[in-house]
């Protein structure tokens, strides 16, 4: 997804790098690895690049795997969650990245696979792991959870209106049998709300298996981590790009991003205090959509949300400094 300007944005930084260490090859992280199209073209742009490719599923490890095999001598490509990123580093014997990519949401290959589960428009078991080494799956949270849970995961995860409404109509038709089919459930959620309602936007069952995929896959929890820690791994100049595909990310993110990057000097100071000042400024005005193009080339595209940020300060240290050496 906005294959072009993620690479205009993270070029700098690795030209930065490259600049200030010229005996060190700069270091990319793809932190949600996929296909591995996003990895290809840095790759393909940068000769002396290496990359870190980062993918909780395992099969889309393999995949990237076969795809950048000409570029086997400059790839190390890993099977972890992405909020994992500092161990990974760490492991790889790297003192930092120099640009981070997270493209989150779920891969093509994993909508268009029915027996993952993730599609509503195939009948498949529920499943909905991206990492299909994990024990819990969405047949687990609809037959198991009880409805007061239900109805939370919906009405948070998913934004559902109807959430309750759903939650009880789940709880009702598992004590008959358990739920496991996917057409099964976007049924009973098409006929547990409103006819008006199912007149219009989309697929009824859309928020409900949004919200059970973020729960399966503890998808907030685990960006709520991934994305500070990412942001301590790079070093003046360095850069982060983020794509989202749904509010709830996207919010995480405008949070996170917006805090380094604010000046936190109480107002009634005269002068600001160096602890206090932004370590990173932001790349994009807002969130960046996609362009007419993108979205009629690929319609997955549409909802995608485009932030970035470079860090131009490190973290002030020392005695007397919240969080410096004593």
């Known amino acids: 997804m906005l294959l072009d ?40 742009a940068h000769p002396r690049l290496r990359l870190v490719g980062l993918d909780r599923d395992p099969s889309a490890v393999e995949r990237s795997a076969r795809r950048l095999r000409r570029f086997a001598d400059r790839i190390h490509l890993v099977h972890a969650v992405y909020d994992e990123l500092p161990r990974v580093l760490a492991d790889l014997g790297l003192p930092h990245a120099d640009a981070v990519l997270f493209d989150l949401g779920v891969s093509s290959p994993q909508l268009d696979e029915a027996e993952r ?61 358990p739920l496991r089919s996917s057409r099964r459930l976007a049924e009973l959620v098409r006929s547990s709300i409103p006819a008006a309602t199912r007149r219009t936007g989309g697929h009824p069952a859309k928020r409900t298996f949004q919200a059970l995929r973020i729960e399966v896959n503890g998808e907030l929890a685990i ?78 595209a549409a909802s995608v949300r485009l932030r970035a940020a470079e860090r131009i300060r490190e973290p002030v240290t020392g005695p007397g400094v919240p969080g410096g050496d004593a």
């Open 5 to 44: 300007r993620v690479v205009s944005l993270l070029t700098p930084a690795i030209d930065s790098a490259a600049r200030r260490d010229p005996g060190r090859d700069p270091v990319y992280v793809d932190a949600t690895l996929g296909l591995g199209g996003h990895a290809e073209a840095m790759l393909t």
């Open 117 to 177: 589960g993730f599609a509503y428009s195939y009948d498949a078991p529920l499943d909905m792991r991206m990492d299909t080494t994990q024990s819990l799956t969405a047949a687990d949270v609809v037959n198991d959870y009880p409805l007061e849970e239900l109805a939370r995961i919906l009405r948070e995860y998913g934004e559902e209106r109807y959430a309750r409404r759903i939650a009880a109509a789940i709880v009702r038709e598992r004590a008959r049998e």
């Open 223 to 300: 960006w709520e981590r991934a994305l500070p820690a990412a942001l301590e791994t790079l070093p003046v100049g360095g850069r982060v790009v983020v794509l989202s595909y749904h509010s709830l990310e996207d919010r995480i993110t405008k949070r996170v991003l917006t805090a380094v990057s604010t000046d936190t000097t109480p107002p009634e100071l005269p002068v600001p205090l160096p602890d206090r000042q932004p370590r990173f400024r932001l790349l994009t005005r807002g969130a960046e959509l996609p362009t007419d193009e993108e979205t009629a080339a690929n319609p997955r």
